[in-house]
Nanobody
C-alpha cells in the first residue's frame, strides 16, 4: 500500500511562492506517474501537474509558466514549486500516484495524499 504525505502548504501573499512536497512510502520504482491535484471550495478536484518516470510532464493551462513539478527518485519525493501565486490558486492540494499508466481523470488515481492547504491573499 502506498502512503503519500504532503507538506509545504500555508498562507502567502499574491505574487509569492511556495514549494509543496510529497513523500511516498514506496519507492518510485513501483510508481509510474506522480502528480498534484487541487480542489478549491465548492469546486471539483482538478489536475495541476503530472510527472512520470519517463520524464513526461503535463500542466494545467491555469498554472503553466508558474508552477513546476519535479521528482526526486532518491528521496521518493515529488515537489510542486509554485511561483507567482494568485488568489484563485487557493485550494487544498493533493498528491497523487498511479502505479501503471497515466491517469486520465481523478478516478484513475490509485493513491491520494491527505492534502495540504494553500491560501493566497490578495
Amino acid at each position: 500500500q502506498v502512503q503519500l504525505v504532503e507538506s509545504g502548504g500555508g498562507l502567502v501573499q499574491a505574487g509569492g511562492s511556495l514549494r509543496l512536497s510529497c513523500a511516498s512510502s514506496v519507492s518510485f520504482f513501483g510508481i509510474d506517474v506522480m502528480g498534484w491535484y487541487r480542489q478549491a471550495p465548492g469546486k471539483e478536484r482538478e489536475l495541476v501537474a503530472l510527472i512520470r518516470s519517463g520524464h513526461f510532464i503535463n500542466y494545467a493551462d491555469s498554472v503553466k509558466g508558474r508552477f513546476t513539478i519535479s521528482r526526486d527518485n532518491a528521496k521518493n519525493t515529488v515537489y510542486l514549486q509554485m511561483n507567482g501565486l494568485k488568489p484563485e490558486d487557493t485550494a487544498a492540494y493533493y498528491c497523487a500516484a498511479k502505479l501503471r499508466g497515466v491517469p486520465v481523470t481523478t478516478d484513475d488515481v490509485d493513491y491520494w495524499g491527505r492534502g495540504t492547504l494553500v491560501t493566497v491573499s490578495s
